[in-house]
């Protein structure tokens, strides 16, 4: 069951503005690499990235691919 929540219409625009979109995720860190461009068969652009974040006790890596 679904709990229900009081939201600002500004929150209620934003939640809606969201679409189809399943997880948003803010990374703050340093690039390791230069990213990599290409160009998938439907000629849609694809850029991948490798990120590294600092955690408290060790550094985290991520990749990350960028559709456009």
Do not use: C, Y
């Not at 340093?30 to 550094?59: I, Q």
């Amino acid at each position: 069951m679904r709990s229900k929540t009081t939201t600002t219409k500004k929150q209620t625009a934003f939640v809606q503005s969201q679409g189809d979109s399943v997880n948003q995720v803010t990374l703050i860190g340093r690039l390791v690499a230069a990213p990599e461009l290409r160009e998938t068969a439907s000629g849609k652009d694809v850029t991948t990235v490798r990120v590294v974040t600092n955690g408290k006790s060790h550094a985290e890596f991520h990749d990350v691919v960028l559709w456009g």
